[in-house]
């Protein structure tokens, strides 16, 4: 149980986030962004702003910074004022550089912008019948397949032939990742090239985002992020206020600092697709599952640059004969779309978890027990069995933690509140990427790990200290964990939840090499075991019934330090298991008789994610995850209008639960090592912890009033008996 180390420096203010940055001669930008939804910027007004106080540049389409769309593992990223099409309200259209903030925002509303308005499209529900194929996933898998059973021909014939069907479609709404700290960044340029400070989730794909943009060499490029307020997949790709920084400093020879405002961070960022989902089941009258059809629709920008995959996980989740899953998108004029916590699993859960409790109520049987009937071995279609998965122990052990054995078919009462229990799966697959990390050994017997990924909130520094001791044998407090600058070696992004499997592997394979050239150094001529067989344990080398320790050997050999860089990615484990966490979800809701009003009491999460590196951080991050799921089910929908523009686009409108709407939350891991995915055996659990939430309180609801509701946010007003 080891507190996060970054969070004295949070807490009393002197962590220094990107926009805490001030530099000599440091100027400010403002964004303009648009005010319809579609069509052409036809001109730009910015004579007056070009002469208010204090203001030193106006950029626009019509007066371009330099930018070009780079394009990297997670495909292009848009980059601002390259052309004069509008294809979203709220679009970044314009940057006014001035002395302060203030000049440089009282400038930017004196400019007037006129367009050739076009119709906008901005409903999923309007758009689905213009809806298109979804390009395979970032995997290159193909996000619509079917997967029928020998001598079946056709999904449908499945679903006719099962003796209990249910069929129904969900939705679940627009969402926002709201991170505490808005996207902003502060850019200089120097002999050496770019330095830019800005919140992000992986340093070096920063820095390379930036290069590809601004036409530089990856390595004249320096990203800074040790400290991230928040990113929850919002920050995986670089901001629009990151490139305006860097290409507007570079035009005035001077530091520029750029930050959004709230309200500009619903727009200029990227949000989670609105989705709409058509799932059937079909059963045998014991609760076997014989058909599965899950069909997704997600809204998406127009530049179609991002898929929310609703419908992609279901093929994991239980075993049947036969599964079809299409996923289609619908190309709105809304802002852009992007990863954000459990990308596709969030909402996709959603819906299956949610089909899966109606079919419970159909065939009469216990929730838990029909999702037990139906365990899988392997995800469908595919041969490689799971490394390790014990999901029903995470049933069996939350059901006896939650008190599941008291729950009736219809709640029960406790005065004005109707009182219901839900459950629900949570899955999330196991991945890892590439990752290279440096371990130095110093000469005062302290060492330090460092990697270019990032820590918003997950306990990443935390837990490479953690993986750093345990892997050089000394305490964690002798080791000093470096992250957030995309000079060190690159890896630990913080993505896919795969920051300590991917930054742990290489951490492992680093101190084994930094151990052995440290023995290799001790028995070297002149040395202290010169010639000799040694040994290391405890930060000590030792032969002939002596030891050192590695400070003083250092000291010995006149050496401040000795480093090793380890790597690692993801291999031949691939080829032969599955890999995923698990999860049960549980919660108690209680549905106000008279005001409807729907509260969250209890919840329970349990987990099989592997080894659990860091007790107290992970449970935080499951705590998080959880909060999010009930914040999806009652609270966070973006509200487009016909025009395109968010109406309820700031933290007023925007609704998110507080300390007062989330009480007991209780996390239990089942803790199995997974080896067989890394050497470190944590399978992350950065995602898994929304997984299956909303669908849980919905169900809960179920129980206690029930009243179905498939759509997210559910409202008061869904709940009028
Ligand atoms: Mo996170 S949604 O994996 O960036």
Redesign the pocket.
């Known amino acids: 149980m080891t507190s996060r180390l970054d969070g004295p420096l949070k807490v009393t203010g002197r962590a220094k986030y990107g926009a805490d940055h001030n530099l000599p001669g440091m100027a400010h930008g403002y964004i303009v962004v648009s005010t319809i939804a579609h069509g052409e910027i036809r001109s730009m007004g910015v004579t007056a702003a070009r002469s208010a106080p204090g203001v030193i540049d106006v950029y626009s389409p019509f007066d371009p910074v330099d930018l070009r769309t780079p394009n990297t593992m997670f495909g292009e990223t848009w980059v601002p004022l390259q052309d004069k099409e509008v294809t979203y309200y709220g679009q970044p259209i314009g940057l006014v550089v001035a002395e302060t903030y203030e000049q440089a925002r009282d400038a930017a509303m004196t400019i007037e912008v006129t367009y050739h308005e076009r119709p906008a499209l901005t409903s999923l529900w309007d758009g689905i019948s213009s809806a298109e194929d979804a390009p395979p996933g970032f995997d290159g898998s193909p996000l619509t397949m079917e997967i029928l059973a020998p001598g079946i021909s056709s999904i449908e014939d499945t679903l006719r032939a099962s003796p209990v069907v249910v069929e129904a479609t969900y939705s679940t709404a627009t969402q926002n990742h709201a991170a505490m700290e808005p996207h902003s960044a502060v850019a200089a340029w120097d002999s050496d090239g770019l330095t830019v400070y800005s919140g992000n989730?992986g340093s070096n794909l920063q820095a390379m985002e930036l290069a590809l943009a601004l036409e530089l060499d990856p390595s004249s490029v320096h990203a800074v992020n040790p400290f991230v307020g928040g990113?929850?997949?919002?920050?995986?790709r670089t901001s629009v206020a990151a490139f305006l920084a860097a290409a507007a400093a570079r035009v005035l020879g001077r530091p520029v600092k750029v930050a959004l405002s709230r309200e500009q961070v619903f727009t200029a960022t990227a949000t989670r697709a609105a989705t709409i989902q058509k799932i059937a089941l079909g059963a045998t009258a014991d609760g076997s599952l014989i058909a599965i059809r899950h069909d997704a629709w997600s809204a998406a920008p127009m530049d179609r640059s991002f898929v929310e995959p609703a419908s992609h996980s279901t093929r994991e989740y239980y075993a049947a004969q036969n599964l079809a899953v299409s996923q289609k998108m619908v190309p709105l004029h809304i802002p852009p779309t992007?990863?954000?916590?459990?990308?596709g699993e969030a909402p996709g859960s959603f819906a299956l978890e949610s089909a899966m409790d109606e079919l419970a109520v159909a065939l009469n049987m216990d929730p838990i027990e029909l999702r037990m009937r139906n365990d899988s071995t392997a995800p469908l279609g595919k041969d490689l069995l799971w490394s390790g998965k014990h999901l029903d122990e995470c049933f069996r052990v939350g059901a006896a933690r939650f008190g599941w054995a008291e729950r009736t078919p219809h709640g029960r009462t406790d005065g004005d509140w109707l009182v219901g229990l839900g459950v629900a799966t949570a899955m999330f697959p196991a991945l890892r990427f590439p990752a290279s990390v440096r371990v130095t050994l110093r000469d005062d017997d302290t060492a330090e790990v460092a990697t270019s990924g990032a820590d918003p909130g997950t306990g990443l520094l935390t837990v490479l200290s953690l993986v750093g001791a345990e892997s050089l044998d000394i305490p964690p407090a002798r080791v000093t964990p470096l992250l957030g600058d995309s000079a060190l070696p690159p890896g630990g992004m913080?993505?896919?939840?795969?920051g300590t499997a991917s930054a742990g592997s290489a951490i492992m394979i680093a101190a084994a090499q930094v151990i052995e050239d440290l023995q290799g150094l001790a028995s070297s001529p002149g040395a202290p075991f010169d010639g000799m067989e040694v040994s290391y344990a405890d930060g000590r080398v030792l032969a002939d019934g002596r030891t050192v320790t590695f400070g003083e050997l250092l000291r010995a050999m006149s050496r401040s330090s000795i480093s090793a860089i380890g790597s690692s990615s993801p291999g031949e484990e691939l080829t032969k298991h599955s890999f995923s966490s698990f999860g049960a979800q549980f919660c108690e809701v209680r549905v106000h008789r008279w005001t409807r009003e729907a509260r969250v009491s209890r919840m329970l999460g349990v987990f099989d994610a592997g080894r659990i590196i860091n007790a107290k951080t992970a449970r935080s991050q499951i705590i998080g995850g959880m909060i999010w799921g009930v914040s999806a089910a009652l609270h966070e929908g973006l509200e487009i209008e016909p025009n395109g523009r968010l109406a309820n686009g700031d933290l007023a409108g925007y609704l998110l639960p507080v300390n007062a709407d989330i009480s007991d939350v209780d996390v239990h891991f089942v803790e199995y090592p997974d080896t067989l995915h890394n050497t470190v055996g944590a399978r992350g659990i950065?995602?898994i912890g929304t997984v299956g939430m909303a669908a849980a309180v919905a169900n809960a609801i179920y129980n206690a009033t029930g009243i179905r509701v498939r759509h997210i946010p559910i409202m008061i007003e869904d709940l009028l008996a």
């Open positions: 989730q990113a929850f997949g919002g920050k995986g992007t990863f954000m916590r459990a990308p913080s993505g896919g939840s795969t950065g995602e």
